[in-house]
């Protein structure tokens, strides 16, 4: 049998494609074997409550922990530096188990206003129905964290590089502001990747991810992952993986290891393929304005240098003219774009495109007015092309884009 690897000591790519496994025991199987099985035969009766669930309880019942999903929830946990990490069956599953695990009737939660949509509605339309009071502010300027925390508020939930206009927001002082009033923080992860930043290392409790995105990174699995420390992150798995249900497919689990085994590789691929592809835009005169942390024209960047080790490969630009001309060039990119596919979603191998204009995002998905909709409408103008550099050749995606603008 194969000695245990010693992680402490391995950098990021060997951490990528070794955490959580290791050779199988029985065969010698190098690639890590599938377990589908539902239940498992124990060695004495075992409880059936998830109160009696401890790091120790041998495997019972899928629903529970399944040995796939805990090998992905242990890279998870190792590539974001945290304790422990729970898996669940999409993005949308992990945010909806931190929310209901810290939130009851009374309590406030601090959204950014510019949040993942299903989040976003979510928390408009859901969560007050329980009782839950929620505030929307522009976190890109921790002075309004500050102004909008009350005596109940229990948390604030950021999302950095914000979906879809690539707005940052300085987690650590976010951080630092929260604590101080008794508030835990949540960043959603999902746009950076693990290999971009670390927010529970910057002062987070929690990371969460969409792993349909970056991690997984070849767009057929749905997961999500919640990253912090053990003594939180436990609770989520007895009430929400237990009680709630919304646990991953050992498949899907299977699969986006497969693709995290090569995420720090890809990043780097993602990061290149972005630069290029933003540069070239941004000399464009068909292009009104480019966003990519990465670039010195980002309002933000020194802070992306701070708190980002890569910029990943997702940018928002404008193309130039009125709201008619934004909306046309979007028919234009839906039928003519060869090599860049018009699809949500975003992180794959393959490039995605999606246009999103602005009086539509404003009115529906975010209900943003006054100060908030003009700080919207100050990084989107009319509309905006949310774009996802994939791992084709730079030049490729430039030439079909290129033939579209
Ligand atoms: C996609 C996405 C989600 C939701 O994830 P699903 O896996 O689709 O449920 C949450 N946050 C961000 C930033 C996303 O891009």
Same mark, same amino acid.
């Given at each position: 049998m194969a000695k245990a690897l010693d992680i402490t000591q391995a950098g990021p790519q060997t951490l990528a494609i070794h955490a959580g496994e290791m050779p199988d025991p029985v065969t010698g199987a190098s690639s890590p074997n599938i377990v589908m099985s539902s239940t498992y035969v124990t060695e004495k009766?075992?409880?059936f409550s998830a109160s009696e669930l401890t790091e120790e309880s041998p495997f019972v019942y899928t629903r529970w922990a399944n040995p796939t999903v805990a090998a992905l929830e242990r890279k998870m946990a190792v590539l974001e530096g945290t304790e422990a990490a729970a898996c669940f069956a999409s993005g949308m599953a992990a945010a909806h188990a931190i929310l209901l695990a810290e939130l009851s009737a009374g309590d406030h939660l601090i959204?950014?206003?510019?949040?993942?949509?299903?989040?976003?509605?979510?928390?408009?339309?859901?969560?007050?129905?329980?009782?839950?009071?929620?505030?929307?502010?522009?976190? @890109?300027?921790?002075?309004?964290?500050?102004?909008?925390?009350?005596?109940?508020?229990?948390?604030? =939930?950021?999302?950095?590089?914000?979906?879809?206009?690539?707005?940052?927001?300085?987690?650590?002082?976010?951080?630092a502001i929260a604590h101080d009033a008794g508030a835990r923080v949540v960043v959603d992860n999902t746009f950076a990747s693990p290999i971009?930043?670390?927010?529970?290392?910057?002062?987070?409790?929690?990371?969460?991810?969409?792993?349909?995105?970056?991690?997984?990174?070849?767009?057929?699995?749905?997961?999500?992952?919640?990253?912090?420390?053990?003594?939180?992150?436990?609770?989520?798995? @007895?009430?929400?993986?237990?009680?709630?249900?919304?646990v991953m497919s050992p498949f899907n689990a299977w699969l986006i290891a497969r693709g995290a085994a090569t995420l720090p590789l890809r990043m780097a691929a993602h990061e290149a393929g972005a630069r290029k592809v933003a540069a070239w835009l941004e000399q464009d005169p068909r292009v009104a304005r480019v966003v990519w942390p990465g670039l010195s024209s980002h309002p933000q960047h020194n802070l992306a240098g701070q708190q980002m080790q890569n910029f990943s490969g997702m940018m928002s630009f404008q193309p130039a003219g009125d709201a008619a001309?934004?909306?046309?060039?979007?028919?234009?990119?839906?039928?003519?774009?060869?090599?860049?596919?018009?699809?949500? @979603?975003?992180?794959?191998?393959? @490039?995605?495109?999606?246009?999103?204009?602005?009086?539509?995002?404003?009115?529906?998905? =975010?209900?943003?007015?006054?100060?908030?909709?003009?700080?919207?409408?100050?990084?989107?103008?009319?509309?905006?092309?949310?774009?996802?550099?994939?791992?084709?050749?730079?030049?490729?995606?430039?030439?079909?884009?290129?033939?579209?603008?």
């Open positions: 009766p075992e409880g959204l950014s206003d510019v949040a993942y949509a299903g989040i976003a509605e979510l928390t408009r339309d859901t969560l007050p129905r329980l009782g839950i009071l929620v505030s929307k502010v522009d976190t @890109s300027d921790p002075a309004n964290v500050a102004e909008a925390l009350r005596p109940e508020t229990k948390l604030v =939930f950021l999302d950095t590089p914000c979906n879809p206009l690539i707005r940052l927001s300085d987690i650590q002082a976010i951080a971009g930043c670390n927010p529970c290392g910057l002062g987070a409790d929690y990371t969460m991810h969409s792993l349909t995105k970056y991690v997984g990174g070849h767009g057929d699995a749905l997961g999500g992952a919640v990253c912090g420390r053990a003594e939180l992150i436990r609770p989520l798995i @007895s009430e929400a993986s237990v009680h709630y249900g919304g001309q934004g909306k046309a060039a979007a028919e234009r990119a839906a039928a003519e774009l060869a090599l860049v596919h018009y699809a949500v @979603s975003l992180g794959h191998h393959r @490039s995605l495109i999606c246009y999103l204009p602005s009086a539509d995002m404003v009115a529906s998905s =975010f209900n943003l007015e006054g100060a908030q909709a003009e700080a919207y409408r100050a990084w989107a103008g009319h509309g905006i092309f949310r774009l996802s550099i994939g791992l084709e050749d730079a030049d490729d995606i430039i030439a079909d884009l290129d033939r579209v603008l």
